[in-house]
Structure formats: structure tokens, C-alpha cells
């Protein structure tokens, strides 16, 4: 029976021909095959600020050693049996990408069967360099390569292939963050060694950021869009655009340290709160820019809004009532004139029954005059208010065609690029 026998003898008589210092091929100008496997057990930390990625994986290896095989029923039944690593040769893989390695035992064991051939499997944290591509955050996609090679090794000794009879099926959920979306596998030759990459692809879960970056600057812009039903010469409407501009600039101040760092491309989601920040301060502009130029001259009664056209287009606007009120001015200038000189010589005292109608008369032709005055007053603030509402109508229809632009563009690049 197999707990009969001394496993200890057996094993050495088993590996008594192998060396941990040679190649276990029988012709040495042969190269040994070595089947690889990777599995990615977990995607533990992604620093966009130094491009580093941190995963921890599972290594699987396997290749035949021509000096160890057995009949089972002359060694007491016994199919297998697992020794440390340092009793027999182990292929010397290393990781290119690889900035930080750290194993789960410091040595491990291998798996020798009755056949020949020899399984390692082991556990690592890797820290891998992986350019990153901003661009599309976060609805980027990363990927990141693992190239495995021998170090010493060229390609007439060891020869890399990929382990297709124990492929690992990988896990796209449950790593924070990240998706572990796709795995691909490349074998190419480069400077007389044998290569195997596995290419890991992985997607960012980016609904916490649409929740806490993109709508509320979406519900921003369109509360702002909202203010422009607030009447274009109401005092209030300046204080709510710079209360919300303000309100803006606090919220992109408490965000910096959510969104990730650039170093060559500005994310995509970085214009889009820089863009909203730009519209808001526009909109705030335009608001006050147009409540200035509506405001009356108090010497000439106009605006500099009426100047600017004038100058522009001089039959655009009309200038009757301007001149009207001229007149008016200059006739009360003229009576205020004649009642000082009047006054000046005593002929006030003199006036009869002719002179207090003529004095009647005058007072009803200011009356008229002040009704008329107030009229054009009245009438040169509606066309006022009306050139107003016309250009922020104007002002409103440009802002909503920019908004849904830059949306529309936005959307097609995440969309197209995923």
C-alpha cells in the first residue's frame, strides 16, 4: 500500500535524474515548451497621477520534464506529488510592464505528475506602467499590457504558449471601480525571445460621476437657461445669474480633487465643466450688458443702446418724438423768458382781462405739453423695452443652439469612441 511505502525515497528516486540547474530536455538543442495562464483575480487600484495599476492575479504554468516520469503502480499508486520550487528547474518569467511584484510566499511549490509534467501556480500583486488615455473620462477604457518573457532564456531554449486546456474564465464584476471587461492574448517573437502579452482591458463604472459631476452642472445650465424668462430689465434677474455663477465656481472648487489629473489630453468631461463655466459668466454678461445700454440718459433721454443703432442703421429708429420734445423744451425756455423780462419792467401788476387768458393759454399749453412729454416718455420705453426683449430673445435662441451643440457633440465623441 502507498502509506506503506517511504514517499520520500520514492520522490528521490523519481527526481534523482533532474536538475535544478539545467533544462530538463533530453536534446539540449531542442527548446522546452512552456504553457502560461493568467487570470485576474482582482483590479485593486487604478492612480491615473502616475499611470500605475494594481492588480492581483493568478499565474498558472506548466512544462514537461523528459526526467521525470513514472509507472504509478511501481511507485505505490502514488499520481503525483508537490515539491518546493528550489528542488527543480523553474523557468525564469519575468514582467515587463511590471514596476512592484509582490508574491503571496516567498517560495513556492510546484506539482509534478506521473507523466511528466510540472504545474506552478502563484499568486501576486502586481503593479504595473500603463499609459492611460484621459480623453474619455469616465466613460474611458483602459488597457494595460502583461508581457511575459524569459529573462535569459532566447527563443532556441523556451519557447512561450498560451495554456488553452485550463483557460481561466474571468470575472467582468466586482472590482470597485473598474469592469474587467476583456483579456486578449498575443505570442510574438522580438529580439530572439519568446514573448506572451496578455492585454487587459477595463472600463470605469462611471455612473458616480455622472450623478455628481454631470447632472448637477446639467441642472445648473438649465436653471440658467430658465432665468432668461425673468423680464430682461428686472433688477433681480442680475443678482440670480451671479449668485448662480457664484454658486458654480464653489462647486467646481470642491470637486478638483474627484476628477483625475492630465498630463497631454484634457478629459472630455473637464471641457464640459469648463464650457457650462464659460456659458454661465456669458449669460451673466449678457444680462448686465443689456440692462446698461437700456438705461436713459438724464440729459438726452436716451440709451446707448438707441445711440449704437442710430449710428449703425439712422432710419432703423424714429427721432420724432425726440425732436418734439426739443421744441416743447425750447417754448418753455422762451415763456420763462418773457415772464422774467415781463417781471423786470412792471408790466406784471398791468395785465387784464386779454392778458390772464393769454397767461391760461400758456398754462394749457404746458399742461399739453407735459402730457405729451409724458406720452413720449411712455413710448420711448416700450420700443425701449421691446428692442430689449428682442435682442435677449436673440441672445436666448443663440445661448439654447450653443447648449444643445456643445451637448450633441459631446454625446456623439463618448458615443462613438467607446
Not at 523557468?91 to 509534467?117: F, L, M, N
Request: proline content about 4%; aromatic content about 10%.
Amino acid at each position: 500500500c502507498c502509506a506503506n511505502v517511504d514517499v520520500v525515497s520514492m520522490v528521490s528516486n523519481i527526481t534523482r535524474f533532474s536538475s535544478a540547474w539545467i533544462r530538463p530536455v533530453k536534446n539540449w538543442s531542442s527548446p522546452l515548451s512552456l504553457y502560461l495562464d493568467l487570470h485576474v483575480l482582482k483590479i485593486l487600484d487604478v492612480n491615473e497621477k502616475e499611470e500605475t495599476v494594481k492588480l492581483h492575479v493568478r499565474l498558472s504554468q506548466r512544462w514537461e520534464d523528459e526526467f521525470m516520469s513514472w509507472d504509478p503502480l511501481r511507485y505505490g499508486g502514488l499520481p503525483y506529488f508537490t515539491v518546493p520550487t528550489s528542488r527543480l528547474w523553474t523557468p525564469d518569467i519575468t514582467i515587463r510592464e511590471a514596476i512592484g511584484i509582490h508574491r503571496q510566499y516567498s517560495e513556492g511549490y510546484v506539482s509534478v505528475e506521473c507523466t511528466g509534467w510540472v504545474n506552478r501556480v502563484e499568486d501576486m500583486v502586481l503593479t504595473l506602467h500603463c499609459d492611460l488615455a484621459m480623453l474619455l473620462f469616465p466613460f474611458d477604457q483602459q488597457k494595460c499590457n502583461i508581457t511575459l518573457y524569459p529573462q535569459l532564456h532566447t527563443e532556441q531554449d523556451v519557447l512561450l504558449y498560451v495554456d488553452t486546456r485550463g483557460r481561466s474564465v474571468f470575472d467582468r464584476k466586482g472590482h470597485g471601480e473598474w469592469d474587467l471587461m476583456e483579456v486578449k492574448v498575443y505570442t510574438y517573437s522580438q529580439k530572439q525571445y519568446s514573448h506572451l502579452s496578455f492585454q487587459v482591458e477595463l472600463g470605469r463604472y462611471s455612473l458616480f460621476y455622472v450623478l455628481n459631476l454631470m447632472v448637477p452642472s446639467a441642472m445648473v445650465m438649465v436653471i440658467d437657461v430658465a432665468a432668461f424668462a425673468v423680464p430682461v430689465n428686472c433688477a433681480e434677474r442680475i443678482p440670480f445669474k451671479v449668485t448662480l455663477l457664484f454658486g458654480y465656481t464653489v462647486f467646481l472648487v470642491l470637486i478638483t480633487d474627484i476628477l483625475p489629473p492630465f498630463r497631454d489630453t484634457t478629459p472630455v468631461l473637464g471641457v464640459y465643466l469648463v464650457v457650462c463655466l464659460i456659458l454661465l459668466c456669458v449669460s451673466t454678461g449678457e444680462s448686465v450688458l443689456l440692462l446698461t445700454l437700456g438705461k436713459p440718459d438724464s440729459y438726452s433721454h436716451t440709451t446707448p443702446l438707441e445711440k449704437i443703432i442710430q449710428r449703425v442703421s439712422p432710419g432703423l429708429l424714429p427721432t420724432d418724438g425726440a425732436s418734439e420734445h426739443l421744441r416743447a423744451y425750447r417754448r418753455r425756455v422762451s415763456r420763462g423768458l418773457k415772464r422774467s423780462f415781463a417781471l423786470g419792467h412792471g408790466r406784471e401788476g398791468l395785465c387784464g382781462r386779454g392778458c390772464v387768458m393769454g397767461m391760461l393759454k400758456e398754462e394749457l399749453e404746458d399742461v399739453s405739453e407735459e402730457l405729451r412729454k409724458l406720452n413720449w416718455v411712455n413710448a420711448q420705453r416700450s420700443s425701449r423695452l421691446e428692442l430689449m426683449e428682442a435682442l435677449d430673445r436673440f441672445c436666448f435662441k443663440l445661448y439654447t443652439s450653443t447648449l444643445a451643440v456643445f451637448a450633441l457633440s459631446l454625446t456623439l465623441l463618448w458615443t462613438l469612441n467607446r
